[in-house]
């Protein structure tokens, strides 16, 4: 997912036209509950998932969060924002058209959403947050990285800055971040939590026990109540003592729960952003003293030696797959280059099933996802060039690693026949519909299979599938 700064300067236009004589229309929306979609007023073709708290009314503004799944799933982070949205007061829109994938565009997707909500909503425009997943992440850090100093905080879910941005002293927004142990890219975050704390940026960094994916929504609502906490350190509400103390008593609750559960690095880490946060506000001693001594146990030193570890260990098994990987595009090298990487595989999918937690483990899944996500990107890359062949070779990688996944081996099939590969093809599509792909309609209609309708392999199939 890619952004341009085209979006950027028709977004700060649209803005400065739009906010200084802004208009609330007295729509009725229902409050309380998901609106699955809304669609933008000036471009029916965009959409967004929202949500309401209760509470909304046009007699005050609102804080918003503005949120971006990889797949065009509005609705899945509004859903796990919504018990935080309905506490906070926020307004949640997500986004049903911003994807990853070439040619999307992000430049009239993000006009849309943001004009639309500010033309319907009463939005606190000192209260504007963005979150993301994967590569929405990379969206939210780059659209408040464009609109600087109108964008409040960034909740980054699974990724960091997009490759062309680094924090630096002019990084106007809080950030939050929010990985699972076994994601791919919780190196990349661990790192930028470094860069962030050298930049000056305020921060911070918590993880969960799982692997690429969305966080759970407990830890939303975690991310949404240290923006709060934010926004009194910098807001109207900073001599509200008896908020303060709400806040902090919730995240003091929550590291020792965090305790309690024997999630040491996690305690560590929620109590240093106590003292870190509430500095200047109320007595930070308590949060100071369990930081430290947590700092300094036995647990937390060995959680974190063991995240080291694993970083160690994922780059070098990554690098070695990027080597393989290049080998493919040689004639002479594909074959050796592409059994390799079959083994590889195969062993960390063993290791990856592991019954207890430790380095191979961990490595392993993170390396899984990573080849499969890189894999699936490269061959969607490949399809938009119309490189079939080239893409029926990174999605038989992909379906290495998901051998289950009917969608894929579907989307195989397709590029093995738009590659004049017709037996590879057939074995594809009986593959998928092995694994419980019965879209028949779905096969005969799909230009794409055409040079396969006089196959006799291809008929078999076909009637075996309508007799289903």
Not at 343 to 359: E, F, H, R
Not at 382 to 398: F, M
């Amino acid at each position: 997912m890619k952004t341009t700064a085209n979006f950027i300067s028709l977004l700060v236009c649209a803005s400065a036209l739009l906010w200084p004589a802004i208009t609330v229309r007295a729509e009725e929306f229902p409050r309380g509950q998901i609106i699955e979609k809304v669609a933008c007023q000036a471009d029916a073709g965009q959409s967004y998932a929202l949500y309401l708290p209760s509470a909304y009314s046009l007699d005050r503004r609102w804080p918003i969060l503005y949120a971006f799944d990889p797949g065009a799933r509005g609705k899945a982070p509004v859903e796990l924002f919504r018990e935080a949205a309905e506490r906070y007061g926020w307004v949640v829109a997500g986004s049903n058209n911003s994807r990853n994938g070439p040619a999307v565009a992000l430049d009239e997707i993000i006009r849309a959403l943001w004009i639309d909500t500010h033309e319907r909503f009463a939005i606190d425009e000192r209260r504007v947050y963005t979150t993301g997943f994967s590569g929405g992440a990379r969206v939210a850090i780059s659209v408040a990285n464009a609109l600087k100093g109108q964008v409040a905080g960034v909740i980054a879910c699974g990724a960091g800055f997009p490759g062309n941005l680094t924090p630096n002293k002019d990084t106007t927004f809080a950030f939050f971040g929010i990985a699972g142990i076994e994601d791919f890219n919780l190196i990349e975050l661990r790192r930028l939590d470094q860069s962030l704390e050298k930049a000056g940026v305020t921060h911070a960094l918590l993880t969960f026990d799982g692997n690429h994916a969305w966080p759970p929504k407990e830890l939303c609502t975690e991310a949404s109540w240290w923006m709060e906490v934010q926004a009194i350190r910098n807001g109207p509400h900073s001599n509200d003592e008896k908020l303060i103390a709400e806040l902090y008593d919730t995240g003091t609750a929550k590291a020792r729960n965090a305790e309690a559960s024997q999630k040491f690095l996690d305690a560590y880490l929620r109590y240093q952003s106590l003292a870190d946060s509430f500095k200047g506000l109320r007595d930070v001693t308590e949060a100071a003293s369990q930081a430290q001594r947590l700092k300094d146990s036995k647990e937390v030193k060995a959680e974190l030696k063991l995240l080291r570890e694993a970083d160690q260990q994922q780059e070098l098994r990554f690098r070695q797959f990027l080597t393989l990987n290049e080998s493919l595009k040689s004639t002479d090298q594909r074959s050796t280059a592409m059994a390799d990487i079959k083994g590889m595989i195969a062993n960390l999918k063993k290791k990856g099933d592991g019954q207890t937690a430790s380095v191979e483990r961990i490595t392993a899944r993170r390396l899984l996802t990573q080849f499969f996500i890189m894999s699936s990107e490269q061959a969607q890359q490949e399809l938009y060039l119309k490189n079939y062949a080239e893409a029926a070779t990174r999605l038989s990688i992909a379906a290495e690693i998901r051998p289950d996944n009917a969608q894929l081996l579907y989307r195989l099939a397709s590029a093995y026949a738009q590659s004049g590969e017709k037996k590879q093809a057939v074995e594809a599509l009986r593959r998928a519909a092995g694994k419980g792909f019965s879209d028949v309609s779905r096969i005969e209609q799909a230009p794409e299979f055409n040079s396969l309708r006089n196959d006799g392999e291809y008929k078999k199939l076909i009637e075996e599938l309508r007799r289903k």
